[in-house]
């Protein structure tokens, strides 16, 4: 005996499986798990002498900033605390998101505010050199994580005032793995998008 299967359920069914938020918190959970499975430490596989870090992450120090690592060192962290924390407000203010926006600008705006959050990590280091005449090259500093993303995701969904009252709650560093200027790059990339589209997006 066959049973009917009620359209909405088959258009929640397909919208978890095209959702965004989701398939972007499973990459970051797969490649978690294989960089953890390689080196064979799931709880913190990064190490600063690991090719990896070196070549996949956003490094300052002796090593040159290769393009690539603005957005292969958004899939890399440090923890499980910090994949943790940066999955849970991804799924959090990834949702609303979606109820905003298309599916190819909710994507647009996870990867320019995760890039534009690298390049201010980058800007803030290259700053700091120009300021102290001191080189990072005495001591090697990897970003790594979606901090950056997530932040503009939330920034992007919520708008102004609801990244004023979540920061006042929370504090900006609410994710772990610090990254401070990713965190204040990605958040003010994902604002001017919001901003962009605005006429498209509902109050948060």
């Not at 978690?32 to 596989?45: E, M, Q, R």
């Not at 992450?57 to 994949?83: E, K, M, N, R």
């Not at 503009?152 to 504090?171: E, N």
């Amino acid at each position: 005996m066959t049973e009917n299967i009620p359209a909405s359920g088959k258009k929640t069914t397909n919208r978890y499986l095209t959702s965004p938020t989701l398939i972007l918190s499973l990459i970051l959970i797969c490649v978690y798990s294989a960089i953890g499975f390689l080196v064979g430490d799931f709880v913190s596989p990064l190490s600063t002498n690991s090719p990896i870090l070196l070549f996949l992450a956003q490094c300052d120090g002796p090593l040159p900033i290769y393009p690539w690592t603005l957005v292969t060192s958004i899939f890399l962290h440090a923890s499980i605390i910090h994949i943790a924390s940066n999955i849970l407000f991804l799924l959090l203010f990834g949702f609303i998101l979606e109820e905003q926006v298309t599916k190819a600008r909710w994507m647009a705006t996870f990867f320019l505010t995760g890039i534009m959050g690298n390049l201010t990590f980058v800007g803030a280091d290259l700053t700091g050199f120009f300021l102290t005449g001191f080189p990072n090259s005495l001591s090697l500093s990897c970003g790594v994580g979606a901090s950056g993303a997530v932040y503009g995701v939330m920034g992007a969904a919520t708008g102004l005032r609801g990244v004023v009252l979540i920061i006042f709650i929370a504090g900006l560093d609410i994710f772990a793995g610090g990254g401070f200027f990713a965190h204040i790059g990605g958040l003010i990339t994902g604002l001017l998008l919001r901003k962009f589209w605005s006429s498209e997006l509902k109050s948060f």
